[in-house]
């Protein structure tokens, strides 16, 4: 009796540790760039409705939401963001140089910040962080209109030039549930 209640015991807290625990997978994706630019993210400035003349504006140029103001905002209504590898994290370690500039110039970088990945939510829902490698952590925060089955994401860059010299890469990424 005593044996069955402690195996009863260990197997309940085992359980209660292990809830929680992400579990790591490695696929080959075709991984791919973009920014927030209108060649990217279908936007284009002014309406014809008003000739073009309020170009401060941006509007969604084609789909089905055509003509609608173009926010800038990810598909789950979050603001897109690069990922930051922080002070703390092996970025440091690979380049030391960097951490007084870090500390001095940019001091809300001491922490590492997730980048914003787009891919098909019906297979990686919003909120499903990857690893990917010569990016670094991100989070799904959005889907793309070229951005089909399990295979392919897209991650987020601050600039256009950037987003280009990723170009298109097949790569293991590391998806954790």
Not at 65 to 92: M, R
Not at 118 to 142: C, H, I, L, Q, S
Request: a positive charge; proline letters at 5%; glycine letters at 12%.
């Amino acid at each position: 009796m005593k044996k069955i209640l402690i195996i009863l015991i260990a197997t309940i807290l085992a359980g209660y540790f292990l809830v929680g625990c992400s579990t790591k997978r490695v696929q080959n994706m075709e991984v791919t760039a973009y920014c927030g630019c209108g060649e990217c993210c279908g936007w284009e400035r002014g309406s014809w409705k008003f000739l073009k003349l309020d170009f401060w504006n941006r509007y969604i140029s084609s789909g089905a939401q055509e003509g609608l103001e173009y926010s800038g905002n990810t598909a789950s209504g979050k603001k897109p963001k690069e990922q930051c590898p922080g002070l703390f994290s092996v970025d440091s370690l690979k380049r030391p140089w960097m951490i007084p500039v870090r500390l001095i110039l940019f001091p809300w970088y001491l922490l590492p910040e997730d980048g914003s990945i787009a891919a098909d939510t019906k297979y990686y829902p919003f909120g499903t962080r990857m690893y990917v490698p010569g990016y670094g952590y991100g989070v799904v925060e959005d889907r793309g209109s070229a951005i089909k089955g399990p295979n392919r994401i897209d991650l987020y860059y601050n600039s256009h030039n950037e987003a280009l010299k990723w170009g298109r890469k097949k790569i293991g990424v590391e998806i954790l549930d």
